[in-house]
């Protein structure tokens, strides 16, 4: 059973290390995107500096990564699901924190909504809609990304998941609201970029 762990654990990880944004942004835009906008290796973050294009590709590996990473381990282990839902909790957090970056990554939430497609496409739909429709509504995407973090430990209670696995959803939602620190204080300030001026400057 520690050996079976470990292969899931390594597994999700290693899919969360696959850094679409950072990988595009020194490819194609020859610089680290981390070092614009937001400083963050997402998707938002690489629409706002390259364009939607890039953000719809970075978005769709970073969910088909996470959805991955739970089915390979479905896959593997079909007689236990605790193991694909932690592959999933660890392609998170690989994209938070990529060895290679020097453990600084994105923010996760594309992810999270891959990992719970592959958990259950009903599921991957919930946390479709808790991403898009309150990030929609408010008009910063941050506010989704609370949302789907916040459900997180919620589902994973309800699902009946190991103890252990609801304390690692509360410890992943802190560190959402903590990673949007600055993003919290742009919009007190009136200062964060909103979802319409985004796609109007695209359009524009």
């Known amino acids: 059973m520690i050996m079976q762990t470990t292969i899931a654990i390594i597994i999700g990880y290693a899919f969360g290390c696959i850094q679409t944004a950072y990988i595009l942004s020194k490819t194609v835009g020859k610089t680290d995107i981390r070092e614009?906008?937001?400083g963050n290796a997402g998707a938002s973050n690489i629409?706002?500096?390259?364009?939607?294009?890039y953000g719809f590709i970075v978005g769709l590996v970073d969910v088909l990564k996470g959805m991955f990473a739970?089915?390979?381990?479905?896959?593997?282990y079909p007689g236990n699901p605790n193991l694909a839902y932690l592959a999933g909790i660890m392609a998170i957090i690989g994209h938070i924190f990529p060895f290679y970056m020097k453990f600084r990554g994105g923010k996760g939430v594309a992810a999270l909504v891959g990992m719970m497609i592959g958990v259950n496409w009903k599921l991957g739909l919930l946390f479709f809609l808790l991403v898009a429709v309150p990030a929609l509504l408010a008009d910063y995407i941050v506010i989704g990304s609370f949302t789907s973090f916040i459900a997180l430990p919620i589902i994973t209670y309800l699902l009946d998941y190991p103890t252990l696995f609801t304390v690692i959803g509360v410890g992943l939602s802190i560190l959402c609201f903590y990673l949007h620190r600055a993003n919290i204080q742009r919009i007190i300030n009136k200062e964060e970029l909103k979802i319409s001026a985004v796609l109007k400057k695209k359009r524009d």
Not at 70 to 76: A, N, P, Q, S, T
């Open 36 to 38: 614009h906008g937001s």
């Open 47 to 53: 629409t706002t500096i390259m364009g939607v294009k």
């Open 70 to 76: 739970v089915l390979v381990v479905k896959w593997l």
